[in-house]
C-alpha cells in the first residue's frame, strides 16, 4: 500500500513548558514525467500518479489515455503524445445546474472527506461531484486537482455535469483546469483572484468562494444556482 504519512519524534514548546511527542506528517516524493522528452517534476503524495498525469494533461487541453503512460520507475513516467493533440480553452456552455443546498451538502461532503488534513494539517482537499464523486488529498493544489480530474475520467463521471469543490484558493492556473476540462461549477471554501472571475466569466464557468455550511459568494455565471 502506498504511504501517505508518516511519524517522527518532536518537541513541543508552550508558555506552560515543553513536551516530547509523536507528529503525524504527510509523506511527500519528487514525481518525474518526461513529456515528448520534456522532463516535468511533481511534488506530491505518492499515490494515483498516473491519475494525476492523465488530469494534468486533460487540464492543458490534452486527452490522453492510461494506457500510453510508460512506467519507467517508482517514481518515473515516460509519455509521448503528438503535438497536435493539445487543444486551445473553450467556452463552457453545460446546461447543468445546483441548488443551494446541494452546495452546501458539497461542503458538507468535502469536510468528512478530509481525513488527511483533520490528522496532519497538511493538505489540499479536492473532490469531482457529479454522477458519482471521487475525493482526493494532497499537499500541491495543483497535483490534488490534476488527481481529480484523472480519477473522475477513469471512473467514467461526466465533467461536463459535474462540480469541483476545493479547499483551496482559486487563481488563474486553477481555473483554467476547469475551463480546459468543461467542469461548469466551482466551489472553493478559499477566496478567488480576480483573474480567476474574470476567466471564469469568459469561459462559462460559474465560481463560487467563501462557502460554508451557512453562506457562500456566486462570482460569475449565477444562473446556474437555484436560490
Known amino acids: 500500500m502506498e504511504q501517505r504519512s508518516t511519524e517522527i519524534e518532536i518537541l513541543e514548546i508552550s508558555r506552560d513548558g515543553k513536551w516530547e511527542k509523536t507528529d503525524e506528517l504527510i509523506h511527500e516524493e519528487g514525481i518525474i514525467v518526461r513529456l515528448n522528452g520534456e522532463t516535468h517534476e511533481f511534488h506530491c503524495i505518492p499515490v494515483d500518479l498516473e491519475e494525476m498525469i492523465v488530469g494534468n494533461l486533460k487540464s492543458k487541453g490534452i486527452d490522453l489515455s492510461l494506457s500510453l503512460i510508460k512506467k519507467l520507475g517508482s ?24 441548488t443551494k443546498t446541494e452546495v452546501f451538502d458539497l461542503i458538507e461532503a468535502l469536510n468528512e472527506n478530509s481525513l488527511l488534513y483533520q490528522k496532519t494539517g497538511c493538505t489540499h482537499v479536492i473532490g469531482i461531484c457529479g454522477d458519482k464523486e471521487v475525493f482526493v488529498e494532497d499537499t500541491s493544489r495543483h497535483c490534488a486537482i490534476d488527481k481529480a480530474i484523472g480519477l473522475a475520467i477513469r471512473n467514467g463521471i461526466n465533467l461536463a455535469n459535474s462540480v469541483l469543490v476545493s479547499s483551496c484558493r482559486q487563481t488563474a492556473s486553477t481555473i483554467r483546469k476547469a475551463i480546459f476540462s468543461k467542469i461548469p461549477i466551482v466551489v472553493s471554501i478559499a477566496a478567488p483572484t480576480d483573474l480567476a472571475i474574470k476567466e471564469a466569466n469568459e469561459h462559462g464557468i460559474t465560481l463560487i468562494g467563501f462557502a460554508s455550511s451557512r453562506r457562500f459568494n456566486i462570482y460569475s455565471h449565477d444562473w446556474r444556482i437555484e436560490i
Open 75 to 98: 517514481n518515473e513516467f515516460e509519455v509521448n503524445i503528438p503535438e497536435e493533440s493539445v487543444k486551445t480553452p473553450g467556452n463552457c456552455d453545460s446546461q447543468k445546474k445546483r
